[in-house]
């Protein structure tokens, strides 16, 4: 009903807030105005200006020999022809004083989004962008640490991290091209560093763009439903790694590694829930993973996974 009521908002140009799910099957939808009275507050910035603050995490993770039978379980599939990437995501339980609230202040990222009292996020990855009839997407896969020596020349000569992006960008183009004409790559394998805690990482992403038709604000809630889930958290073919992700990974992933995005009455800019602080009744849960291939290594793979675990 949610993607119907996207739709319907689009037509009347009317501006609002949505919020989805890994699996697109829980789809929250909010008016701009009425954000204050459900308790929601999101802030999208590319231009955000960098706040140093101390970092209040204590982790623990999922052991290693745990996250390797996953690991292997995962290989084999890809093996099989089931798969080809997967993005294998796990929870870490971790420890903070602070509320999500303070959470939500603290952090710094492109895309902010604190839902209630029951989860954060503070990502760095676009999901698409829309403007002008034009939709891009941003697809950001390969994480190093950029304190390494020649970090950026490690990262985009890797076979491995190579091969993993270009089936992500295929993916994503393959998408894209469900919903748009004339799908282009705009820019492939470029770096971006982010602060990540207290030390600093190199993400590699790409850019695809695609023709929207004119009044494409009249069926955004089915071209949302098309791209969902997002290519770069999921892997592919996209069908079989999902059911390959619902059987291995053991927990619910919910709003973790869905999108949101806001829509202003004429464009839309959304981003990935990643980097993403939940709420239980066991205290705080930071869920996180990364992509793996037939060439990827478990001890490198669950060190990104540590990696990622951090308030920007």
């Known amino acids: 009903m949610s993607f ?23 789809v929250e939808v909010f008016p701009l105005s009425q954000l204050q009275e459900n308790n929601v507050e999101f802030c999208i910035d590319e231009n955000f200006t960098f706040k140093k603050h101390p970092h209040f995490l204590k ?7 745990i996250y ?5 379980f995962v290989v084999e599939k890809i093996k099989s022809g089931e798969t080809y990437i997967l993005n294998l995501t796990q929870p870490t339980k971790i420890e903070t004083p602070l509320t999500l609230q303070e959470i939500y202040s603290l952090a710094n990222a492109h895309y902010k989004l604190r839902y209630k009292e029951e989860f954060v996020c503070f990502s760095p990855e676009k999901f698409i962008q829309i403007q002008d009839n034009k939709i891009h997407t941003f697809p950001m896969k390969g994480t190093i640490d950029a304190d390494i020596k020649n970090a950026q020349e490690l990262i985009l000569s890797n076979a491995k991290e190579m091969a993993e ?12 091209s469900i919903v748009a004409n004339d799908v282009k790559v705009e820019k492939f ?3 971006q560093e982010i602060a990540a805690g207290e030390k600093k990482l190199l993400q590699v992403s790409s850019h695809i763009s695609a023709q929207l038709e004119d009044n494409w604000q009249n069926r955004l809630g089915d071209i949302l439903k098309a791209l969902l889930p997002a290519g770069s958290i999921s892997g592919t073919p996209k069908r079989s790694t999902l059911e390959i992700i619902e059987e ?3 927990y619910d992933r919910g709003f973790f590694s869905g999108v949101f995005g806001v829509f202003d009455g004429e464009s839309l800019d959304s981003g990935v829930m990643i980097r993403f602080i939940e709420k239980t009744q066991e205290g705080y849960v930071y ?5 793996i291939t037939l060439e990827s290594d478990a001890t490198s793979e669950y060190q990104e996974l540590l990696d990622k675990i951090y308030l920007p």
């Open 248 to 250: 291995v990974e053991g």
């Open 165 to 176: 992006h270009v089936m992500i960008v295929d993916l994503l183009r393959n998408d894209l």
């Open 189 to 191: 394998r470029y770096t």
């Open 59 to 65: 982790k623990e993770p999922v052991s290693f020999d």
């Open 4 to 26: 119907e009521q996207i739709n319907s908002l689009g037509r009347k140009r009317d501006p609002f807030l949505f919020i989805s799910d890994f699996k697109a099957q829980n």
């Open 287 to 291: 869920k996180s993973g990364g992509g």
């Open 68 to 72: 390797k039978q996953k690991f292997d």
